[in-house]
């Protein structure tokens, strides 16, 4: 995996900050859940494109629905990411869903579900 350089890693959070305000605040697609968290960032080091990767509460529809209202309102958040954020270029956006934060609360549930177990098996 390639090292990103300190401008990149400032240009990231950067970027990562004003869409999560954008699509908070002035995104008015219902099908964008108000939910949405901006989990990670990455963008190319000619700023061309940018992959932004997202994540939200409910199931696999409510998920495909956002990526959805997203991708149709790429246009207005990279216009709107361009008034914010001062770049030569504004990378052109890609939305990607990121599982992590439902597997690390179900991997949490699991490890629960163990130590309750061994906690009852101790006990007898």
Do not use: W
């Not at 700023?47 to 991708?71: I, M, N, R």
């Not at 709107?80 to 599982?99: C, G, H, M, Q, S």
């Amino acid at each position: 995996m390639k090292k990103n350089s300190n401008r990149i890693i400032r240009i990231n959070e950067e970027i990562k900050h004003e869409l999560s305000s954008i699509i908070r605040e002035g995104l008015k697609d219902p099908r964008v859940d108000t939910l949405i968290s901006i989990v990670h960032v990455d963008t190319t080091p000619d700023l061309k494109y940018c992959k932004v990767f997202f994540s939200t509460l409910g199931d696999e529809a409510k998920h495909q629905e956002t990526l959805e209202g997203l991708k149709n309102s790429a246009g207005f958040i990279r216009r709107e990411l361009a008034r914010k954020v001062n770049l030569r270029n504004t990378p052109e956006l890609k939305f990607v869903i990121d599982y992590s934060i439902e597997y690390g609360v179900n991997l949490n549930k699991l490890i629960s579900e163990v130590t309750a177990h061994d906690r009852h098996e101790d006990e007898e």
